[in-house]
C-alpha cells in the first residue's frame, strides 16, 4: 500500500562517489532483499521507483547513490543489493559493498552519518536473515552501533487493521533475539510507515550532524591492516553462504 503523502516525481539519477562532498550527510542503507530499501530512499528523495521494485526480486543490482536537499542541507543516500540477492550471491553482494566503502575510504575518507537497516516486519525469521545482519554488524562495528536505526517496513500493508499482535510479536522477538547484540550497543529500532515524515524521523534521529567511518574502512586503510586480521575476517560467521570464504573474496579484491 503506498502512501498518498508521498511524491515520486524525480528522475532515478545516481551521483558518482567523487561527487559525495564532505558537508554532505551520508547515510547508507543495508537489509536483505524485498525489505524496501530502495523504496525507503526513493520516499526520502522522491525518486521514482525501478521498474520491478515491489515484490522480492531484487532491482538494485550494484551500490549506488543518490542525492537530495532539505532544510538547505544536501543527503546523500547510498543503496546496496540486498543480501540473499534475487540475481546474487551473498558474497558477490558482500564483495560490492565492501569494494565500494574501502575505495571510498581510501580516495576521499568518506564517512558516514548513519546505518540504517531494513527488514519486513511480515518475514518470519529465518537463518539467512540472521548471518545478512552478522555480515553487516561486523562491517559496521561495534563503536558505530549507536549510528545504526533497524527499521521494520511494510508497516503500511497492515494499516486499518484492528489487530497487528502478530507484527508486535515478531518486533518483540527481533527486539529480544537478532538484533539485541546491536541494541546492547546503542542501535535503536523504528517502524517505516512508508511516508516521508515517517522516513525522516527516522533520518533525523540519527543527529545527522556526527560523522564517523565504520569499521572495515578503517582497519583496512588506517590501520592497514590485512583482512584476515579485520573483525569481519576474523568474526565473519562460518555458515557464510558461497564457494569462496568472504576473507578470500576481500583478500582477491584488495590483494591483500
Not at 7 to 21: K, Q
Not at 94 to 102: D, N
Amino acid at each position: 500500500m503506498l502512501s498518498s503523502q508521498r511524491s515520486e516525481n524525480r528522475p532515478r539519477t545516481p551521483i558518482d562517489r567523487s561527487e559525495i562532498r564532505s558537508t554532505d550527510i551520508v547515510i547508507i542503507v543495508l537489509g536483505t532483499t524485498g525489505s524496501g530499501m530502495s523504496n525507503f530512499i526513493n520516499v526520502l528523495t522522491g525518486m521514482r521507483p525501478e521498474k520491478g521494485a515491489h515484490g522480492y526480486i531484487s532491482c538494485t543490482g550494484d551500490v549506488v547513490a543518490y542525492s537530495c536537499h532539505r532544510g538547505g542541507q544536501r543527503y546523500i543516500f547510498v543503496d546496496t543489493p540486498g543480501f540473499n540477492a534475487t540475481y546474487s550471491s551473498q558474497k558477490t553482494v558482500s564483495e560490492k559493498i565492501a569494494k565500494w566503502l574501502a575505495t571510498t575510504y581510501r580516495e576521499s575518507k568518506l564517512q558516514f552519518n548513519g546505518v540504517i537497516y531494513t527488514r519486513r516486519i511480515t518475514e518470519p525469521l529465518c537463518r539467512s536473515e540472521r548471518s545478512s545482519l552478522e555480515v553487516c554488524a561486523n562491517l559496521i562495528g561495534n563503536d558505530v552501533a549507536d549510528r545504526v536505526r533497524l527499521v521494520t517496513t511494510m508497516w503500511d500493508e497492515r494499516e486499518g487493521e484492528s489487530d497487528i499482535s502478530t507484527e508486535e510479536n515478531m518486533e518483540n522477538r527481533l527486539k529480544q533475539e537478532q538484533w539485541r547484540p546491536l541494541i546492547d550497543k546503542g542501535a535503536m529500532c523504528a517502524r517505516f510507515f512508508n511516508t516521508s515524515k515517517s522516513a525522516w524521523d527516522i533520518v533525523q534521529d540519527l543527529e545527522v550532524k556526527r560523522k564517523t567511518s565504520l569499521l572495515l574502512q578503517r582497519e583496512l586503510v588506517d590501520m592497514g591492516k590485512s583482512l584476515k586480521q579485520t573483525t569481519a575476517g576474523m568474526r565473519l560467521p562460518k555458515e557464510f553462504p558461497g564457494p569462496i570464504g568472504f576473507r578470500s573474496l576481500l583478500s582477491r579484491l584488495f590483494g591483500i
